[in-house]
Nanobody
């Protein structure tokens, strides 16, 4: 399985970026996909997720600013990030939530793309 993120960069506060994650080589049934981020010295956190039925979820810190979407034909996941804040600075990873007999777990991570927001 290969997940490749792109679209990160450096922007000023208030700016926008759109992250993409292309997925290949996966065959196991999924429960969903998501975006995680980790800033230096902070916990790895789930920013947003989208289930196979299209249901989306967001961390409170990004609600109203970030939008997750997917193109199933291209097997690509996106994260539109608007009104970026300095505290959004982190490395962003996409991940697959895979279905197992016992439930769903987050597996198969990408290498990540850096987002840096300056004031």
């Amino acid at each position: 399985v290969q997940l490749v993120e792109s679209g990160g960069g450096s922007v000023q506060a208030g700016g926008s970026l759109k992250l993409s994650c292309t997925i290949s080589g996966t065959t196991r049934r999924r429960c969903g996909m998501g975006w995680f981020r980790q800033a230096p010295g902070k916990e790895h956190e789930l920013v947003s997720s989208i289930s196979t039925d299209g249901t989306t979820a967001y961390d409170d810190s990004v609600k109203g600013r970030f939008t997750i979407s997917q193109d199933t034909a291209k097997d690509t996941l996106y994260l539109q990030m608007n009104n970026l804040k300095v505290e959004d600075t982190a490395k962003y990873h996409c991940a697959l939530q895979l279905a197992w007999a016992t439930g769903c777990t987050w597996n198969d991570w990408g290498q990540g793309t850096q987002v840096s927001v300056s004031s």
